[in-house]
């Protein structure tokens, strides 16, 4: 099965905060890269975004644009819950809490949010439903980086400790092809 990967456009907070489940918007102008991705994306589809104004925006442009409906705004796509640590400067953590997260973010979660397992976790329980009905339209998932790089590792068999070796810009689309 073909799975498309959407990772939504650059947000409207400034560089080093910490966003993850917090709905920030994204910074216009955005029609030229939105076209961008719509060059990338198949004629047809079944797409599920996440709720976010970040990724919702962008689905319902793709909706709009080449017809493929949003079957579901789904939770399960959200970032990574970055708990106290929403909308705070990265460099205004205490390196007290940074540091432990930092040293083993698969495992370790953020005070009052989750590690990089529980988004896992999700994320996977999400697409093993999805996955166990074939289908001959691709899937297109419209998220985040986190979420995306949680499906490329275990599409890949590559550890999560390695997640964020690979660079993944704002308004990417990976393309994978997935077989049980």
């Given amino acids: 099965m073909e799975i498309y990967l959407v990772r939504h456009t650059e947000t409207v907070c400034e560089k080093g905060i910490c966003y993850g489940q917090s709905d920030v918007g994204i910074r216009a102008p955005y029609e030229t890269i939105f076209e961008t991705i719509l060059e990338q994306l198949p004629e047809q589809g079944v797409m599920y975004t996440s709720p976010l104004q970040r990724c919702l925006i962008l689905a319902q442009h793709i909706q709009e644009a080449k017809g493929i409906p949003i079957v579901a705004e789904e939770p399960r796509l959200k970032e990574m819950h970055f708990g106290d640590w929403e909308l705070q400067a990265w460099n205004a953590i205490p390196r007290t809490v940074l540091d432990p997260w930092m040293n083993d973010f698969v495992n370790v979660a953020v005070p009052n949010g989750e590690s990089f397992i529980d988004l896992d976790q999700r994320v996977w329980e999400f ?6 009905k074939p289908n001959e339209k691709p899937l297109i998932l419209v998220t985040h980086s986190g979420v995306i790089r949680s499906v490329l590792c ?3 068999n590559i550890p ?3 997640a964020f070796s690979t660079p993944l810009d704002y308004g990417v689309v990976v393309k994978v092809e997935y077989t049980r």
């Fill in 127 to 132: 697409l093993e439903e999805k996955l166990e």
């Fill in 154 to 156: 275990r599409i890949n």
């Fill in 160 to 162: 999560l400790q390695e």
